[in-house]
């Protein structure tokens, strides 16, 4: 089993910056793909950003260029460093992690943190 804890959300004006840790635990996770996902109020959970085992990385459109993500196979823990924040991008982010394809695709993830919430607001 893979337990994973997600922290760094909060409150931040349009235009700025935040950065989500994905702590896991239980085993590593460095053959594992790992993905950020979030949802907000009244719609559907939607991918954001995965990174593969092999590092290779991939965005959902709407934060292409503004959000990157990262993993630290040493700490077992995966970031989403996110800039130049939008209202739009208001949601509870979850981290997850897998083995499957697609990475885009939240039902090849198994494993779920709780979600950190993020609010972009002025």
């Known amino acids: 089993q893979v337990q994973l804890v997600e922290s760094g959300g909060g409150l931040v004006q349009p235009g700025g910056s935040l950065r989500l840790s994905c702590a896991a635990s239980?085993?590593?996770?460095?053959?594992?793909?790992m993905g950020w996902f979030r949802q907000a109020p009244g719609k559907e959970r939607e991918f954001v950003a995965a990174?593969?085992?092999?590092?290779?990385?991939s965005y959902a459109e709407s934060v292409k260029g503004r959000f990157t993500i990262s993993r630290d196979n040493a700490k077992n823990t995966v970031y989403l460093q996110m800039n130049s924040l939008k209202p739009e991008d208001t949601a509870v982010y979850y981290c997850?992690?897998?083995?499957?394809?697609?990475?885009?695709?939240?039902?090849?993830?198994?494993?779920w943190g709780q979600g950190t919430q993020v609010t972009v607001s002025s």
């Open positions: 990174i593969t085992w092999s590092a290779v990385t």
């Open positions: 997850a992690a897998g083995r499957s394809y697609p990475v885009i695709n939240s039902h090849s993830y198994p494993y």
């Open positions: 239980g085993r590593t996770v460095t053959n594992y793909h």
